[in-house]
């Protein structure tokens, strides 16, 4: 089993930048895929980032692309989300995931443990 814990939320104002933390517990980290979503208030969960076991291989939702930069460190469990250029609409709940299976996933549904969250607000 894999506990996740983010942090690194907080307000910042358009054009801002953020950096997102997700730790992981447990000696497996290393091999599971990683993902980032977000929910908003009154709105879906969606889909942010992924990124394989490995850390060679990122795949992004096309209203971050080229904003938005997931790595990890496995030797240190964690997974990051670097959030440059941020706009209001970023303005959300943002969760980390865990998935064992070793492909990409857009969908909540594919992974199988989450973290609790950490809010990040943009303001105009």
């Known amino acids: 089993q894999v506990q996740l814990v983010e942090s690194g939320g907080g307000l910042v104002q358009a054009g801002g930048s953020l950096r997102l933390s997700c730790a992981a517990s447990?000696?497996?980290?290393?091999?599971?895929?990683m993902g980032w979503f977000r929910q908003a208030p009154g709105k879906e969960r969606e889909f942010v980032a992924h990124?394989?076991?490995?850390?060679?291989?990122?795949y992004y939702a096309d209203s971050v692309k080229g904003r938005f930069t997931i790595s990890r460190d496995n030797a240190k469990n964690t997974v990051y989300l670097q959030m440059n250029s941020l706009k209001p609409e970023d303005t959300a709940a943002y969760y980390c995931?865990?998935?064992?299976?070793?492909?990409?996933?857009?969908?909540?549904?594919?992974?199988?443990?989450w973290g609790q969250g950490t809010q990040v607000t943009v303001s105009s």
């Open positions: 447990g000696r497996t980290f290393s091999s599971y895929e």
């Open positions: 990124i394989n076991w490995s850390g060679s291989s990122t």
């Open positions: 995931a865990a998935r064992r299976a070793r492909t990409i996933s857009t969908i909540g549904l594919g992974y199988d443990y």
